[in-house]
């Protein structure tokens, strides 16, 4: 069956093989059996059900789906709604974090079958039980390039045994994460164990602009996760129900402390 996937936007993980698409139909339209809209963040979803009736002018199918829609991830289909290379070996979590909508839309921690890849996208592997984690760091090791984790890690789960599975592969990029003050301790923690990574394979999370936070102490806790070893990665929250439209401030500092060419400008390093 052809199928073609279509974006409201594009981003570093959509595929690019000749049946997807960005935006409206173009001129030029390949022979398909059905079309999916797929819409990963929820500010895309009004795009998302006026890029379904666009595309319905020229395919008898046209489905609207994805994880703005709630769908849960059930299945797993390496290239078909995210580049080749990327692979889930598990969907949902077990945390139920107030500002995330994993637990909302994915459950609770479920285990799929390992595919092959050398970017593990998981919303929380090191959760999964131990004997599913050796056999994704056994299939890391027979990759070729450079292995990423960009799900990001629990740093309170991360212990020396996580730690010699790293040390086993080949890292481009490893993500934690620390969205707030009390995640910093875990956080100096398992920087501590991963201490054979240099700051730019170490990328951390940095959840900003959350319930009552303020520039102010979000940019510290920026300077706490640079001061611990990580480069930092900002993340505007963004709840489900509505777009927020941060002051200039506010984006200023998501900028600046996303862009390891501006932190390390910063820093002088």
Known sequence: ????????????????DDYVFIGDPPLWRPR?????????????????????????N??????????????????????????PGVVFTSRGCPKRCPWCLVQKREGGLRLLPIVSGHIVQDNNLLAAPKEHQEQVYAMLRAQRRKVSFPGGFDARLLDDWVA?????????????AADTKAALVPLRTAVGKLSFLNRRQLRCYVLIGFDKDTVFQAQGRLEDVWRIGCLPFAQLYQPPDRYIEYSREWRNLARQ?????????????
């Open 1 to 16: 069956m052809k199928i073609i996937r279509v974006f409201p936007r594009k981003t570093t993980m959509t595929p690019s």
């Open 32 to 56: 398909a059996d059905e079309v999916h809209v797929s819409v990963t963040f929820t500010w895309d979803i009004e795009e998302g059900y006026r890029l379904h009736d666009a595309w319905a």
């Open 58 to 83: 020229y395919y008898p199918i046209v489905r609207l789906g994805g994880p703005a829609l709630g769908d849960p991830g059930n299945g797993f289909k390496p290239g078909m709604y995210i580049k």
């Open 164 to 176: 010699d599975q790293m040390r086993s592969l080949r890292i481009k990029e490893l993500f934690l």
């Open 257 to 269: 402390w996303s862009r390891p060419a501006i932190m390390f400008s910063m820093h002088k390093v």
